[in-house]
């Protein structure tokens, strides 16, 4: 009888779903909204911020993004990236779900907006190496990731400003949502 329990519990419902659709409606509506600043973004933050409040549901948001994003902008190296680089910061996340400190959340974004270049540089080391050799795709992904540097450090300063200001305003506000989707 424990494991009918605990199976129902896996399941996915219409209110998953929905609440899968609604978190990447936002992400999308703020990506579209801020996509006049190049590398500022509040992606990295609705990932943790969705990771913290609804578990494992993140593991259907990210792919349910990537693809959306891959029928919006169209399919290229970038969606690749997307493959990993954001499953990495959903982990991350995930690790640290039981730190509550803005602070922490804040330099967390902002490191990873630090190394999202060379995260999304490796790309380059697979496509060089099989069409020059490993040292041609060691120079591809070192020469792709310093000419982005500029933009990671944008990308950082934004990732840790926002949810450094962010947070706690958008936490009180989640905790309440979270709570309308949980009730039965």
Known sequence: MGFLKQNKKKRITVRDITLIGMMVAVIEVCKAVLSFLPNVELTSFWLILFTLFFG???????????????????VHLWWIMYLYVWPILVTLAWI???REEPLFWAVLSGAFGLSFGFLCSFVYLVI?????????????????????????????V???????VLYRPVRMAMSKVRYLFEKE
Request: hydrophobic content about 55%.
């Open 128 to 156: 060089g190496a099989f069409s020059g050799g490993i040292a041609y795709g060691i120079r591809q992904m070192f020469s792709w990731w310093v000419a982005g540097i500029p933009y990671d450090l944008v990308h950082s």
């Open 56 to 74: 494992w549901k993140i593991v259907l948001v990210v792919p349910v993004f990537i693809l959306v994003e891959g029928m919006i902008y169209g």
């Open 158 to 164: 934004g990732n840790f400003t926002l949810m450094l």
């Open 96 to 98: 640290n779900r039981k």
